[in-house]
């Protein structure tokens, strides 16, 4: 059984490279990165604004949009995968 994956060292690589590989390797985690600082930024914005609400519920509700936001794009991610895998997968001649 022949090994087709190169050997890597990863302890060689930067935290640059780190981030190139894994945005080629599952693209979904970067898409989950980007939405999370995008409701984070959106919560911080939206700080000044709450009106009556207390800072822990909102801090809360951030917590959940923000954690919501990276499963759904892991989750996307996931079910992308697994059609590409398994339902859509060409047949070899």
């Known amino acids: 059984m022949s090994n087709t994956q190169p050997i890597f060292n990863y302890n060689d690589e930067s935290q640059a490279e780190r981030l190139t590989?894994?945005?080629?390797?599952?693209?979904?985690m970067i898409i989950g990165i980007i939405g999370l600082i995008g409701v984070c930024g959106f919560g911080a914005y939206k700080y000044k604004h709450r009106g009556q609400m207390?800072?822990?519920?909102?801090?809360?509700?951030?917590?959940?949009?923000?954690q919501g936001t990276v499963v759904s794009a892991l989750t996307i991610g996931l079910a992308y995968t697994l059609a590409k895998e398994h339902l859509f997968k060409e047949k070899k001649e």
């Open 21 to 28: 590989r894994k945005s080629k390797d599952s693209p979904f």
């Open 54 to 66: 207390s800072t822990s519920v909102f801090l809360m509700q951030l917590r959940v949009a923000a």
